[in-house]
């Protein structure tokens, strides 16, 4: 079930409502008891996975992967390594 918005257009009393998805919009502000109750736009909570085995990275696009790749700093190759001891 979903959590709702709502706030008093008269009072302003804001505050959540947990209902049914099918139940009807409340017009009546438990706070002041005006008929002034409006339920507010949110932008959702989204999925939330709960467990083992959801990660963010799980379902990366393809390209995101190559850009991520390209990225990431190469590691010193063992010809490099051998340049910097003998500058010293």
């Given at each position: 079930m979903p959590t709702y918005d709502y706030e008093c257009?008269?009072?302003g009393h804001a505050f959540e409502l947990f209902q049914n998805i099918n139940d009807s919009v409340k017009k009546k502000c438990p706070a002041c008891k005006k008929m002034k109750?409006?339920?507010l736009f949110g932008g959702g909570a989204?999925?939330?996975f709960k467990g083992t085995g959801f990660y963010t990275t799980d379902y990366r696009s393809e390209s995101y992967k190559s850009g991520a790749s390209k990225d990431k700093p190469s590691s010193p190759s063992?010809?490099?390594s051998k340049k910097k001891g003998s500058d010293q």
């Open positions: 257009g008269d009072c109750l409006q339920r989204g999925f939330l063992k010809t490099d």
